[in-house]
């Protein structure tokens, strides 16, 4: 395997569903630091309160949301290099492969933007060695279980292992083994706890020792940006994986009932944004409760999220699902960023 094919294995555009619920869960665990610290009049901090001196956490809040946002990116690009490897072996990708030759060979395809929504060829399915690609995959996932670790010698959570072995199997069993999930309309349950709940409340609990409301909307929010990108990976591949007997929600629905939910998904995180917006600028008492740069954030965050999520749902119904997943991208950095401006009121 060559160093470009290597990156190519990785899917480095997707890693915005690693780095968004890591960064909410950190925003959402700082919260709840910091209003502890202020119940019991620790010393304020530059970092969670914007002080003048730190707090002795700080450094352990820092080391911790680095640590996880590791095990995240770690764990999705293990969990992609799985899916090409179980892909390519069952061969699910074998049509895919030939679909993406022939698109690239195909005069119609006249536009640089046409030639962007043809699929990335597999490296399985380009000739790469199946062992090679597990091997990638079983590389990135020690190197998550080595952070994860790190994370539970830090806070002394010892039952975050299980956690982690559940995400470890849920990475494996969604296209690997006898009977994969991803295989029977189970991948976006999935996503959405994994990608979502998982991540986002994994990584708040780590940091605060606690869970709060607003880190179950961010996590909810966020998880339903994982759902649609999947959804659009799936509407895209949709007649080749009928075709292999891969039977999600796209193949279940059909493709115009497919677009319709995942737009659907779409707007509720649109929805959110604007009513986030909306509640903490027409009610002067939260509005004064924001410092400027929080105030920014959020309003940067929500604009960016509600512009994101318009262009990509008008890419879903044109199908043009390549440009799609990149607006969803956004969206879900977008709708990070919203929420770390709304959350951290001072």
């Known amino acids: 395997m060559t160093i470009d094919q290597y990156i190519s294995g990785m899917r480095l555009r997707t890693l915005a569903l690693s780095v968004a619920p890591v960064w909410i869960g950190a925003v959402a665990g700082v919260r709840l630091v910091r209003e502890r610290a202020a119940a019991s009049s620790a010393p304020r901090c530059a970092l969670l309160h914007g002080g003048a001196s730190c707090m002795p956490d700080t450094s352990r809040i ?7 946002l590791l095990v995240a990116m770690l764990l999705q690009i293990a969990a ?65 279980c080595v952070c994860g670790v790190a994370v539970i010698v830090i806070t002394g959570y010892w039952w975050l292992a299980i956690v982690g072995a559940l995400c470890l199997a849920a990475g494996w069993g969604y296209v690997g083994g006898r009977h994969p999930y991803g295989y029977i309309g189970l991948g976006e349950v999935a996503v959405f706890v ?6 986002t409340l994994g990584t708040t609990y780590a940091i605060a020792g606690a869970l709060d409301a607003a880190a179950w909307v961010g996590a909810t929010a966020i998880g339903l940006v994982a759902v649609s990108v999947l959804c659009v990976n799936n509407l895209r591949d949709l007649e080749t994986d009928r075709e292999a007997g891969k039977r999600t929600w796209a193949v279940r629905m059909g493709r115009t009932w497919g677009a319709v939910c995942t737009i659907a998904s779409v707007a509720i995180v649109m929805l959110g944004a604007a009513a986030a917006w909306t509640t903490t600028s027409v ?33 879903i119904a044109k199908r043009k699902y390549m440009r799609a997943m990149r607006s969803l991208g956004l969206l879900a ?14």
């Open 80 to 144: 992609n290099f799985v899916n090409d490897y179980a892909d390519g072996i069952r061969g699910t990708d074998a049509h895919r492969a030939a679909r993406a030759i022939a698109s690239r060979l195909d005069d119609d395809l006249d536009t640089p933007a046409d030639r962007m929504e043809v699929p990335p060829a597999r490296l399985v399915a380009s000739g790469v060695p199946p062992r090679q690609v597990l091997a990638a995959a079983i590389v990135n996932a020690a190197l998550a």
């Open 333 to 346: 950095l977008a709708t990070a960023l919203a929420f770390n401006g709304f959350a951290l009121m001072v």
């Open 194 to 199: 994994f990608f979502g709940l998982v991540a």
């Open 283 to 315: 009610l002067g008492e939260r509005l004064a409760h924001l410092s400027v740069l929080n105030a920014f954030l959020g309003i940067l965050g929500a604009l960016c999220a509600l512009l994101t999520g318009w262009f990509a749902s008008l890419d």
């Open 62 to 68: 820092v080391a911790v949301a680095v640590l996880c």
